[in-house]
């Protein structure tokens, strides 16, 4: 069944950082570009980075650019979300788009 589940959430100070993983199945990864989102609590469903095929480019929301970095492994069909210096506005869900599939989100709180 294809599909991705997200992994690595949690709760972390304000500066610490977090490894968010997305496995994928059932589809073509290395032809797939990874995308991660997240949505807020009152806030509406927001891109954040988004990864390559073969030449792995990358892009970022201004908002996390410099502080988070996403990349990926075709031998594990798994794509990261590294966020560094994290922020309380940083909380939210975050989930992992490919092509029409959808991860079920992880939790990152950013709180002292």
């Known amino acids: 069944q294809a599909g991705l589940v997200e992994s690595g959430g949690g709760l972390v100070q304000p500066g610490g950082s977090l490894r968010l993983s997305c496995v994928a199945s059932?589809?073509?990864?290395?032809?797939?570009?990874m995308t991660w989102y997240r949505e807020a609590p009152g806030k509406e469903r927001e891109w954040v980075a988004r990864i390559g095929t073969f030449d792995s480019n990358t892009n970022y929301a201004d908002s996390v650019k410099g502080r988070f970095t996403v990349s990926r492994d075709g031998a594990k069909n798994t794509a990261y979300l590294q966020m560094n210096n994290l922020k309380p506005d940083d909380t939210a869900v975050y989930y992992c788009?490919?092509?029409?599939?959808w991860g079920q989100g992880t939790q990152v709180t950013v709180s002292s």
């Open positions: 059932g589809f073509t990864f290395s032809r797939s570009i």
């Open positions: 788009n490919s092509r029409s599939y």
